[in-house]
């Protein structure tokens, strides 16, 4: 199968030629140097269009459930911990003034 690159505007020009090209495989018709468009044979379409697997069943991996995955937790949320964040210590008052306008600042960014 051959595959034919021509411009839009050889496209335009001659269509039936186009036509004959894409008997031998798909005509990719460019539009400003970037493949836009591909002509195909209803032939060829219907073949690519009866494929059965679709792209979600194709990734679906049914093998996979053969295989052992146990990651390790990177963090567990423990309510005892709350407020230990450095998040959570920018919303705590400072003690010195200067700091707390400092972090309130940044908090309000």
Do not use: C
């Not at 979600?56 to 964040?85: C, H, N, Q």
């Amino acid at each position: 199968m051959a595959v034919t690159t021509m411009t839009g505007r050889e496209f335009n020009r001659d269509v039936s030629k186009a036509k004959r090209l894409a008997r031998n495989g798909p005509v990719v018709i460019t539009s400003r140097g970037r493949a836009a468009h591909v002509l195909l044979t209803m032939e060829e379409y219907v073949a690519l269009a009866k494929q059965e697997d679709s792209i979600v069943e194709m990734l679906a991996m049914p093998e996979a459930a053969d295989i052992d995955f146990d990651p390790p937790k990177v963090g567990s949320w423990d309510v005892s911990t709350r407020g230990s964040t450095p998040a959570a210590q920018l919303l705590q008052p400072a003690s010195d003034p200067a700091t707390h306008r400092l972090q309130s600042t940044v908090v309000r960014r």
